[in-house]
């Protein structure tokens, strides 16, 4: 039997684009619906991403700590043990009071939530297809919003199977450290997870085709981190494709072709397949409603988030743009405020990205490469190392620095920071560059001291040459 609801807005996705889009769109008055197929709204991120991922970098950061730095601050621990169930435990614990807490958010704003899959079914209407076959038929008086997220890339010749072979969900619920662990892909997500796994003990293997790590970060950065991570013990394979990935019954098989291209076969006990994310739009019936997409199967939208169908919209990861929850819930909440007649609007200029590994990377705006290629010679760098900050000797952390690019008129293009707490950081830079301001509006803000957002401060300085604790 199929049910048939009205609203003013429906919703199709619940990560935080979606549900984001969904609690500002009734704020504006608009009788709002989300739909779902988890249990659970919050997407990707909250559910097996960027939440869960963040609780146990905190976990295994505390494991290392315990293990190699609490001698040097007079704190001496025997018999230090890992219990990885109650790691994933903790984690999981997290995730539901997040995820109960956006359902409280949905009630206490009047959104109402659909579990299910939505697909546009004509028109304004979408069909909720619920667990058991049943169907519910939504319509929209106002406008349907696209908000599905992606979904981890797979190789063609090696699908997940969750066992030796597994994606970044997997990789947040293992029983135990793997001895060997092979990463295909060093991007952030690869890197952070990388991080989690060699910290607790595992040994960690990155086989990457590109010549560098990170590839949309700064190049100084990128090599920053590059080094760093090996230091810790992590091996690269960099310009090196992955040939095959055979599955035996205790291991895994990985064969990959190296930069001179000889074969070389790496036996190992998981492999995490972390090649990239693509939209997830199959299946929503955009052809039936005529919403194009792009050469990379995004959906096409205009400045203000149409989709080439008349009333229906898109946002999040399945548009151009950087994949990131941020990115996602700033998009929802300018398509919101554009319905109800405001100025929405998003900065594409100044979204920052973050690299969770430590130290960590962040960046906000123009790496020094595009800096130099939009503007030539009127760009200006200035840097500052973390070993000369205060605050950061007091915790021990010496990698690292901060970079600040400047154009014409001493315009802010850019900021890039590779050391403790940079994903804090990089904040300050963000609204800075979201104004318009320049570098000598940093450097002529008082800063805390100590603290290591003088860092900032003082690359900020070093634009101009007048860097003092340096």
Known sequence: MTETHQFDVIIIGGGPGGYVAAIRAA???????????????????????????????????????????????GIGLKDLTIDVPTMVGRKNKIVDELTRGIAGLMKKNKVQTFQGTGKLAGGMNVTVELEGGETQQLTAKRNIL?????????????????????????ALDLEAVPERLVIVGAGYIGLELGSVWNRLGSEVIFVEMLPRIVPFMDDDI??????????????????????????SAEKAHVKIILPDNTEQTIDCDKVLISIGRSPFTDGLGLETAGVELDERRRVKVDEHFNTTAPGISAIGDIIRGPMLAHKAEEEGVAWAELLAGKAGHVNYDAIPSVVYTWPEASSVGLTESEAREKHGDDVRVGKFTFVANGRAKAMGERDGFVKVIAGPRDILLGVHIFGPRASDMIAEATIVLEYGGTAEDIARTCHAHPTLSEALKEAALAVDGRVIHS
């Open 222 to 247: 990128a090599e920053a981190l590059f080094r760093n991570l090996k230091k810790q013990g992590m091996t690269f394979h960099m310009n090196t494709k992955v040939a095959g990935i055979d599955v």
């Open 146 to 170: 696209l908000a599905t997220g992606s979904v981890s890339t797979q190789l063609p010749f090696a699908k997940v199977d969750g066992d030796k072979i597994i994606s970044s969900t997997e």
């Open 27 to 73: 704020q504006l008055g608009f009788s709002t619906a989300i739909i779902d197929k988890r249990a659970r709204l919050g997407g990707t991120c909250l559910n097996v991403g960027c939440i869960p991922s963040k609780a146990l970098l905190d976990s295994s950061e505390h494991y290392s700590l315990a293990a190699h730095s609490f001698s040097a601050h």
